[in-house]
């Protein structure tokens, strides 16, 4: 009980810290998550090797910390959670999740520019534990750490085939990874912004990243969200980038949510999850639909809140979101907390089954 009231004590009381990306087709998502057999060239091997870690996992029996039996909340249902702890020094900070199409195996990234990647276990429909993680330092184009030149808060990520896109938060900067040459060992190659993106402000810059996949509208854009980015009338700046018709659109900001991540499902519904802090009224998260069609260079899109939450269910700092669909055709949305790496806070893995 102590632990939880003085967690619960310091989100309320500190708004420090609170700062996957489309759903690819099935092949583009399975190559992406599954690490290369690629023979490494020679000059690879002098980067830093990716190492194995332990994770260890609790799990988080119901979200509603005051009534057990309730899994329903807005259009979600609560399946299964986890609390992931590791000895491991640099685990923390998760601020984006990919999942395979199987929502089994994942690439996951920290604020401070390092790579997890491994499998969900699950047993039935419940996530229990992760196996075979490994964690290892992004590289830049140089092949060494991005933080050696100073590039921390890697803060968004989405997946386009073997490429796999990583927005730098406080440096406004853009990398693009090709994971057909060495998995996580791939150099980053810097993407060119819009001068617009580059102008964002410091530690609230793009947060969210979705790759448009074949057979949707905007098929092959990058849709990048910043975090509280604000053009003239309050609304959060974002981009399209590249596709058929680049531009620089907004988001509707309402109730003062920030942007933390979105990700794209196969019905074209673009879902924004979201949070905010108040010293009145603590932390809470949201998620937003939003139509894929709607966006368009110039318009300020909008849409319905179709989940919510705040500190009396199971939230954290929730900075990462992603879907994947079952055998049996349940739409899965997972949810990552960021736990800044404080003693206080929690990395959280949360799955929920969306209920139309």
């Known amino acids: 009980?102590?632990?939880?009231?003085?967690?619960?004590?310091?989100?309320?009381?500190?708004?420090?810290?609170?700062?996957?990306?489309?759903?690819?087709?099935?092949?583009?998502?399975?190559?992406?998550?599954?690490?290369?057999?690629?023979?490494?060239?020679?000059?690879?091997?002098?980067?830093?090797?990716?190492?194995?870690?332990?994770?260890?996992?609790?799990?988080?029996?119901?979200?509603?910390?005051?009534?057990?039996?309730?899994?329903?909340?807005?259009?979600?249902?609560?399946?299964?959670?986890?609390?992931?702890?590791?000895?491991?020094?640099?685990?923390?900070?998760?601020?984006?999740?990919?999942?395979?199409?199987?929502?089994?195996?994942?690439?996951?990234?920290?604020?401070?520019?390092?790579?997890?990647?491994?499998?969900?276990?699950?047993?039935?429909?419940?996530?229990?534990?992760?196996?075979?993680?490994?964690?290892?330092?992004?590289?830049?184009?140089?092949?060494?750490?991005?933080?050696?030149?100073?590039?921390?808060?890697?803060?968004?990520?989405?997946?386009?085939?073997?490429?796999?896109?990583?927005?730098?938060?406080r440096v406004n900067q853009l990398l693009r990874f090709d994971f057909s040459k060495g998995f996580t060992r791939a150099r980053g190659e810097v993407v060119p912004l819009p001068p617009a993106a580059r102008r964002l402000p410091y530690n609230k810059g793009l947060e969210a990243l979705v790759m448009v996949p074949k057979g949707l509208p905007l098929a092959g854009t990058l849709i990048a969200i910043s975090e509280r980015g604000l053009d003239a009338d309050g609304n959060l700046i974002a981009f399209l980038i590249g596709g058929p018709n680049p531009g620089q659109f907004s988001v509707r900001r309402t109730n003062n949510f920030d942007v933390s991540d979105a990700v794209l499902l196969r019905s074209g519904e673009l879902l924004v999850l979201e949070r905010k802090f108040s010293l009145l009224e603590g932390v809470g998260i949201r998620i937003r639909q939003i139509p894929l069609a709607s966006l368009a260079p110039g318009a300020v899109v909008d849409g319905p809140a179709i989940f919510g939450a705040d500190l009396g269910e199971e939230i954290d700092n929730m900075e990462g979101i992603d879907a994947h669909i079952t055998g049996d055709g349940e739409t899965m949305l997972t949810m990552v907390s960021d736990d800044n790496f404080s003693m206080i806070q929690r990395t959280l893995l949360l799955q929920f089954a969306l209920v139309e």
């Not at 500190?14 to 759903?23: E, K, Q, V």
């Not at 601020?95 to 994942?106: A, T, V, Y």
């Not at 490994?134 to 386009?160: N, V, Y």
């Open 1 to 169: 009980m102590g632990e939880t009231v003085s967690r619960r004590h310091f989100l309320k009381s500190t708004a420090a810290g609170l700062s996957f990306a489309a759903l690819p087709d099935l092949a583009s998502a399975q190559f992406a998550t599954k690490p290369s057999r690629r023979p490494l060239a020679a000059d690879e091997y002098s980067a830093a090797r990716p190492v194995s870690i332990e994770v260890n996992a609790r799990p988080v029996p119901s979200f509603d910390t005051s009534d057990p039996q309730r899994v329903r909340f807005g259009k979600l249902e609560y399946r299964s959670g986890l609390v992931l702890t590791s000895s491991f020094r640099g685990f923390g900070g998760l601020s984006g999740l990919r999942l395979d199409p199987k929502g089994e195996r994942f690439i996951a990234i920290s604020d401070k520019g390092m790579w997890f990647t491994g499998r969900i276990r699950y047993r039935g429909r419940d996530m229990i534990g992760l196996d075979d993680v490994e964690a290892a330092p992004m590289l830049g184009p140089d092949g060494r750490p991005i933080t050696a030149r100073g590039w921390f808060d890697s803060e968004s990520i989405a997946l386009d085939g073997s490429l796999v896109y990583i927005g730098l938060e």
